[in-house]
């Protein structure tokens, strides 16, 4: 049977919560969801019950083999979606993510691989997040968080978190996209504000705690 969509979005938050391999809470997934956690506690045991979710007592919830690969298919929906609204139908990155959402519950898999084909089978979305493959494959490269780079690093930046329509528009305008390179300039002690020195602009650009942990970069040799 098909999977609801409310079902289809708890796997990909929890695939997302636990990319780094750490379970997923609770918590993190009211928030991410806007659910009360008593929705959450609920759909957490029916999903374990069909062997989509593990859960940790006190620890939080992790995908089983069979919840993963279904998030994933999930996930290369609305990645192949996206990539196919900017690339051939000229919507701008920071205006695809709701349509990507609404979409990819009932984007048939057949539709999903023909754009796929019309593409040239991209290998990540117009963000720079992965897309799996049709077989469930998925590049598994960790990179950090802007927020965890330091002082003096020189970054690549590799993806950046779509959600935040109004940030990505931001982000656009000064030039912080997938590919753009910089050093760190300072880390803010307090509030934990980056200062990033785009290659590109010669610009400084100031990235809030909360936006820079949705970026991800890779450091380069010096």
Known sequence: MPLSRSVEDYLKAVYSLSERGEAAGTSELARVLDVQPASVTGMIKRLAEED??????YRGVRLTAKGEREALRVLRRHRILETYLVE?????????????ERLEHTASETLIDRMAEALGDPATDPHGSPIPTRTGEIDATEYLHLAEAPVGARLVVRSVADEDSTRLR???SVGLVPGAKGVVESVGSSDGTVVLRLK???QSVLVGRTAARR???????P
């Open 88 to 100: 051939r139908l000229s919507f701008t990155w920071d205006d695809v993510h709701a349509e990507a």
């Open 215 to 221: 970026i991800r970069v890779q450091q380069e040799e």
């Open 170 to 172: 931001y982000f656009a």
């Open 52 to 57: 989509l979710l593990e859960h940790e007592p």
């Open 200 to 202: 590109t602009s010669a």
